[in-house]
């Protein structure tokens, strides 16, 4: 039996959980996540409790029960509190700025950036070299600072670049063997 799939989901006060089909939807103060889950897990809402089974101990059985419960629990967590992933950005000249609802950022190439935000996810600029991507689906709010970071990565030599808040960047050392004595 999966460990993550049968521990049972506490459905918090002010979330609505309903289950037709195959479809569960999860409404919240936040907003509202619907998803589509496989016919052979079976999502149930008891006394305020939602539990996760499996049809059968096949393979592919196994390996959805806990990645289902996961997903589930995701979306009650996102309508309750949310998601957010913050970018920080380190570079000489590299700044950000939010006009409307666009993110335009100086990266070191020869025009801005632009980035649009899309729909469910608001983008926060706190500092000139601060992002911060918040939203209630967790999916869409890391494919969308993944694709931000992906605008100028950090690199090895000076570390220059956008990266997630807390993440290490190995350096390198440079050119050494150009030096004789």
Partial sequence: MSRIGRMPIAIPAGVTVEVSGSTVTVKGPKGELKSNMHPAITVSVEDNVIHVTRSSEEKLHRSLHGLTRTLVANMVTGVTEGYKKELEIQGVGYRVAKQGKQLQMSLGFSHPVNVEEI????????????????????????????????????????????????????RKEGKTGGKKK
């Fill in 119 to 170: 729909d469910g996810i608001t983008i926060d600029v706190p500092a000139p070299n601060k992002i911060i991507i918040s939203g209630i689906d967790k999916q869409k709010v890391g494919q969308f600072a993944a694709e931000v970071r992906e605008k100028r990565p950090p690199e090895p030599y000076k570390g220059k670049g956008i990266r997630y808040a807390g993440e290490v960047v190995r």
